[in-house]
């Protein structure tokens, strides 16, 4: 089964490293977040990837052009008319498209241009190249055949940010830190999705826009809960979060 991601927006909000590159190329760990998404899946068996890509493409293609070599011993020996000997080989058991979808292209419009890259009739995975998280892509794929719907998405719990005034009238009962329930469920991408949901895709629109909201009315949307880890890395603060718990190995996320 393929894995889409999404990883060609401007990623304004963290600026301070994507006017450098794509925000799925910024480091966590010296790594990019796209690898350590892409490390998550293969651990379940998923190495076949579809990159989507826009802003600064160029980062992205180099980076998986010169994987092998970055991560392998070599000599140069220049003696004998030139050669590169790898001693010590070390890659992933990927296959990975690199698609440029356009610059300012919506992400339904990045899904609609990578249809002829997906297997004919075959359900593929789909996520967001700036976020991690120990959701079960193996229990997701079972929910979501057994559900029969055209889309599963993953609903996550998020951490607020600020505390909560609890109050009756003007007079504040309790003052707390916001808890998840406080927050409802939201998506956090890891989609499972049939290759008919590209149908819905009228035009370049985004994708959780009228696409999804039909396929909710249709009764063709489930829902997958995790109750699990999940963080978005929107700001410099969610990177310095994730760069926290990979120094003190309490990230959920590494597998490797």
Same mark, same amino acid.
């Given at each position: 089964m393929k894995a889409?991601?999404?990883a060609?927006?401007?990623?304004t909000r963290i ?11 910024i480091e966590i ?5 796209l690898?350590?998404i892409m490390?998550?899946y293969?651990?379940f068996?998923?190495?076949d990837?579809i990159?989507c ?5 160029q980062?992205?293609k180099?980076?998986f052009?010169?994987y092998?070599l970055y ?5 140069? #020996?220049?003696?004998n008319g030139?050669?590169?000997i790898? &001693?010590?080989e070390?890659?992933?058991d990927?296959r990975? $498209?690199? @698609? ?6 919506l992400?339904?419009?990045r899904?609609?241009?990578i249809?002829?890259?997906?297997n004919?009739g ?11 998280? #120990? ?7 079972a929910f &979501?055949?057994?559900?029969g719907t055209?889309?599963t998405? $993953?609903? @996550?719990?998020p ?9 009756e009238?003007?007079?504040?009962t ?7 329930t406080?927050?409802?469920?939201i998506?956090?991408g890891?989609?499972?999705?049939e290759?008919?949901?590209?149908e819905y895709i ?10 999804l909201?039909?396929l ?5 949307l489930s829902?997958?809960?995790?109750h699990g880890f ?5 700001t410099?603060?969610d990177?310095?979060?994730?760069e926290k ?5 309490k990230?959920?996320w590494k597998v490797w």
């Amino acid at each position: 089964m393929k894995a889409v991601i999404l990883a060609g927006g401007y990623g304004t909000r963290i600026s301070e490293e994507s006017q450098f590159k794509p925000k799925p190329m910024i480091e966590i760990g010296g790594m990019p977040i796209l690898w350590h998404i892409m490390k998550w899946y293969s651990h379940f068996g998923h190495n076949d990837f579809i990159i989507c890509c826009g802003y600064k493409q160029q980062v992205i293609k180099d980076f998986f052009a010169n994987y092998f070599l970055y991560n392998s011993d070599v000599t140069f #020996d220049f003696t004998n008319g030139g050669r590169m000997i790898v &001693h010590n080989e070390h890659t992933e058991d990927w296959r990975v $498209t690199v @698609v440029d979808t356009g610059l300012d292209t919506l992400t339904g419009g990045r899904l609609k241009k990578i249809r002829r890259f997906l297997n004919d009739g075959e359900s593929f995975l789909m996520t967001y190249g700036d976020g991690v998280a #120990d959701v079960d892509i193996n229990a997701s794929i079972a929910f &979501h055949q057994k559900s029969g719907t055209l889309a599963t998405l $993953t609903g @996550v719990l998020p951490e607020g940010r600020f505390g909560v005034m609890d109050m009756e009238g003007e007079r504040i009962t309790s003052f707390r830190e916001k808890s998840k329930t406080d927050m409802g469920w939201i998506n956090g991408g890891y989609m499972v999705l049939e290759p008919q949901v590209i149908e819905y895709i009228k035009e370049d629109i985004m994708f959780e826009s009228t696409p999804l909201e039909t396929l909710a009315a249709e009764g063709q949307l489930s829902c997958y809960k995790h109750h699990g880890f999940w963080q978005c890395m929107d700001t410099m603060r969610d990177k310095e979060k994730l760069e926290k718990l990979l120094a003190e190995n309490k990230a959920p996320w590494k597998v490797w």
